[in-house]
């Protein structure tokens, strides 16, 4: 049983001292307005009955943005219009709650959580760590994942996910000890595409890890995620599997790694509640609300939801999605506080129904009650990945991509509508690519008057997504 919270030398959620050091986030940096303004709640604040009341009749009659969706896009662009322009706003959210699927809460055991799943913020980009340093204090992390994965005599071990030297050697009886020997274990194992090209993710995974790693820990979780096999999935998919030559256990290789020190929620409060340029209600279905005529004006209207949705009277097909269905359960005393090895244990075999369980306390910028050992239990959640329920991946194959764009053609010719964000532009973002990608468009604003994108959402590369 795990003796503590996964942790090096170098302190929890850290990686080993020579790629820690990589990460150039070392201490607490950033700002946190609200609590330097005297709340010392280490929860989301509670909102007011006109909040949360869906009702519409209380707010102005008329805006400069009416933003569709309280998660990171819509956000951003509030954040900036106010602040730059002095533009108003009034954002509208289905749900009880700002920050999207980045929500995070601290339930009633007193353990910070994910309503969506985990969260892990990483950045190559140096303008958007400079952005969200505005609206947090951040603190050092390097998510590294486990997985339980068979060996050779078909014993689960709890090796790095991505695999590493260490995975290699666990699960085949190796005995790599040089990154040269692990690119020659590499170049021995994968199989090239007889066409040149990888055509399915199948084809691109066997390229980059050979047969052996593909059906240990790569295929069966791909089934179990997009309930297609790899070689039903586009290349792309597959192409960005890390191969580690190295001993890096890391799951990102970004130079900015960190998480938020009051939660992710915390971040959403700052840039939005005590700006008076800024209306929220939630509770508040926009699609409902146009149907009884119940919007205010507005010049623009920033659409962050998914985009067949918004084009569902013309009958077109629907676009597809995974999405994510949690099974949580409070441990109330496991042996040694904790239940896993590792805040991620993925469970890539067919055996197993979920994907990953995610244990939460092992998290550094859990409530000071947590990090001095007073809340005995722990919280884990089970990951089932499933079609029905809130969207999270769009389904990246040919079908997918031809309808996206007959979507797309129609979204360019509305007028005095902005489609903005993952559901909106049918590509999964990052928190960073989808920071960066609000920011960009707020550029194009200032510049050109109109509220578009400076670059395609594939440009921005790959995202996390499920591998």
């Not at 503590?4 to 307005?33: H, I, M, Y």
């Not at 280490?42 to 519409?56: I, K, R």
């Not at 994910?114 to 609206?135: C, D, I, M, P």
């Not at 692990?182 to 980059?208: C, F, H, T, V």
Request: net charge negative.
């Amino acid at each position: 049983m795990p003796a503590g919270p996964f942790a090096s030398s170098v302190g929890v959620g850290r990686a080993e001292p020579e790629w820690a050091a990589l990460n150039k986030v070392q201490e607490t940096v950033g700002k946190d307005p609200i609590f330097q303004g005297g709340e010392t709640s280490e929860a989301p604040l509670e909102f007011d009955g006109a909040v949360l009341s869906g009702d519409l009749s209380t707010t102005a009659k008329s805006y400069d943005l009416l933003i569709v969706g309280a998660g990171l896009s819509g956000a951003v662009l509030a954040e900036r219009c106010s602040k730059e322009l002095g533009m108003s706003s009034l954002i509208i959210d289905k749900r009880d709650h700002i920050g999207g699927n980045c929500y995070d809460y601290v339930d009633e055991h007193g353990i910070r959580c994910s309503k969506y799943g985990a969260h892990l913020f990483h950045t190559q980009f140096e303008r958007v760590w400079n952005y969200v340093l505005e609206f947090s204090e951040w603190i050092p992390f390097d998510h590294r994942v486990k997985g339980l994965v068979p060996d050779k005599d078909g014993v689960k071990r709890l090796v790095p996910i991505p695999p590493t030297q260490e995975s290699v050697n666990t699960l085949f009886g190796e005995n790599i000890k040089t990154e040269e020997e692990m690119q020659a274990w590499y170049d021995k194992e994968r199989i090239p595409p007889a066409s040149g090209e990888p055509k399915n993710g199948e084809e691109a995974a066997l390229s980059r890890v050979g047969p052996r790693l593909f059906e240990k820990v790569f295929k069966h979780y791909t089934k179990k995620q997009w309930d297609k096999y790899p070689e039903e999935l586009d290349a792309s998919v597959l192409l960005r599997l890390p191969c580690r030559t190295t001993t890096d256990d890391r799951y990102f290789p970004d130079p900015w790694q960190a998480l938020p020190l009051r939660g992710y929620t915390r971040i959403f409060e700052n840039m939005l509640l005590k700006d008076p340029n800024i209306t929220i209600r939630l509770n508040c279905d926009f699609f409902q609300q146009k149907q009884e005529g119940n919007l205010p004006e507005h010049k623009l209207l920033v659409y962050t939801g998914q985009i067949d949705s918004y084009y569902a009277a013309l009958g077109m097909p629907k676009l597809e999605y995974r999405s994510l269905r949690f099974e949580e359960e409070f441990l109330q005393d496991p042996e040694r506080g904790f239940f896993q090895e590792a805040m991620v244990v993925n469970h890539p075999s067919p055996d197993v129904p979920f994907t990953r369980i995610v244990e939460y306390k092992h998290i550094p910028n859990q409530p000071t009650a947590v990090k001095e050992g007073k809340v005995k239990g722990s919280l884990i959640a089970r990951e089932f990945s499933s079609a029905e329920g809130e969207p999270y991946y769009p389904v990246p194959n040919p079908a997918n991509r031809e309808l996206y764009e007959k979507y797309a053609a129609l979204a360019a010719k509305e007028e005095g509508v902005a489609f903005v964000g993952r559901l909106a532009s049918y590509k999964y973002f990052n928190m960073d690519q989808a920071i960066l990608n609000a920011l960009e468009m707020f550029d194009n604003l200032k510049e050109t008057g109109k509220l578009e994108p400076k670059r395609k959402p594939e440009d921005f590369g790959p995202g996390d997504g499920p591998k």
